[in-house]
């Protein structure tokens, strides 16, 4: 495989990582390249168009979530899938000119992340808007921020992605546990960590 090619995962404070994992396009490496105060996440990869399939959009997601935990863990501001520069030098430019950006996104959501709640009806459940409301504000309470994620069904009650303290996952955890409780006949999907793709915006658009 060519090493001129790099796939980009996201962004950290400047840190020397190397990590045997598995990648975007069948990498087994990923590793951080620096610019100042801030290192790109990335691997090898032979191409700067990579395919958007359910195994490499699966592997983006794990190799920011094992960086997001490795060793002490650590704050990732992600990218979206596909960003893939040809050298080290374009993608030294690149954070040459977006380091601000990504300061200040690193600040934003310093020492925390992103969780997942989906609240799905059993067949046959009555259940109204405001009885999910009224459980879903503990989560609320124990979180720093939160979005609403599509509603693709009638039976999807929830669908929510919260910005959590590191520190707070364990409560919020019990949070999720106790609104399950509450409203009984109910599929609650929780999932997480994750970086928190849902709460930064950074927009690169270069010549890769």
């Known amino acids: 495989m060519s090493e001129e090619n790099l796939y980009v995962y996201g962004a950290i404070d400047a840190e020397d990582l190397d990590l045997e994992i598995s990648g975007v396009g069948g ?9 100042k105060t801030i290192s790109a996440i990335v691997s090898d990869i032979d191409t ?32 979206q ?7 080290a030098r374009t993608l030294k430019n690149v954070l040459r000119g977006t380091r601000p950006a990504f300061k200040r996104a690193l600040n934003d959501v310093e020492g925390m992340v992103e969780l997942g709640v989906k609240v799905v009806a059993e067949e046959n459940t009555d ?13 609320t309470e124990v979180s720093v921020n939160e979005v609403e ?19 707070a996952q364990a409560e919020f ?21 994750w970086a928190p793709y849902n709460f930064v915006d950074i927009h690169v658009g270069v010549d890769r």
């Open 48 to 79: 700067t168009d990579p395919e958007r399939t359910d195994e490499n959009v699966q592997a983006h997601d794990e190799v920011l979530r094992t960086v997001l935990e490795h060793g002490d863990g650590r704050t990732v501001v992600p990218m």
């Open 149 to 167: 994620n599509g509603q693709f069904s009638d039976r999807l009650l929830l669908n929510r992605s919260y910005l959590v303290e590191r520190d």
């Open 27 to 35: 990498a087994e490496r990923v590793y951080t390249i620096t610019h």
């Open 173 to 193: 955890g019990e949070a999720v546990d106790e609104l399950e409780a509450e409203l009984g006949d109910v599929l609650v999907q929780y999932t997480g960590p």
């Open 127 to 139: 259940l109204d808007e405001s009885t999910v409301e009224e459980a879903a504000e503990r989560l």
């Open 81 to 87: 899938f596909g960003m893939a520069f040809k050298d």
